[in-house]
């Protein structure tokens, strides 16, 4: 799949089959993290990979936003570095890396999370020094999102060229 078709086609998959992800697809899926471009290549991030059922139950819990994070093989907690200006930033960039490796590989995802994770990171014994960005459950989806359609504002109204306002064309 080209990157421009899994940009098209991806969706928010919060229900997935009981079945693993294997290894290789995790693998890669942090894999397109680590390689994600960061500001001044400081990499101000840190990945927590969680396939441990009671783990995966309790992160469930806690994500208010994210309780299909117990149903998943799979999550990855995005942790940021505090001090640094750019992780918040970046470490999205590397969620988003995440989500389009997956979908490639016929594994969905969601973005979970975002403020409000301190018990994640307490969980999952990541250092003071970081905050929680996101959890993102992984898994396959349960019914068949790979031809999903997407409800999008048009072009027109999101795009200008030169200054706002202009019509983009």
């Known amino acids: 799949m080209d990157v421009f078709e899994a940009v098209r ?6 229900r997935y089959q009981d079945r693993p992800v294997p ?11 680590r390689l994600t471009a960061s500001s001044m290549n400081l990499q101000p991030w840190h990945f927590v990979v969680v396939t441990e059922p009671e783990r995966l139950r309790r992160l469930g819990e806690v994500v208010r936003t994210g309780p299909y994070i117990a149903d998943a093989p799979l ?15 970046d470490a999205s960039r590397a969620v988003q890396s995440m ?29 003071e020094g970081y905050d929680v960005l996101a959890v993102v459950p992984f898994g396959y989806p349960s019914e068949d999102r790979r031809a999903g ?7 027109s109204d999101v795009a200008s060229r030169e200054r706002f306002g202009q019509p983009f064309s």
């Open 75 to 89: 999550a990855i907690a995005v942790a940021a570095e505090r001090g640094s200006r750019f992780a918040v930033s």
């Open 99 to 127: 989500i389009l490796t997956a979908w490639e590989a016929g594994v969905g995802s969601n973005w979970t999370g975002f403020t409000g994770l301190e018990e994640v990171r307490l969980l999952l014994a990541i250092p």
């Open 9 to 14: 086609t991806v969706l928010a998959v919060r």
């Open 149 to 155: 359609r997407k409800d999008r504002k048009p072009l």
């Open 23 to 33: 290894e290789g697809v995790v693998h890669r899926i942090v894999e397109s993290a």
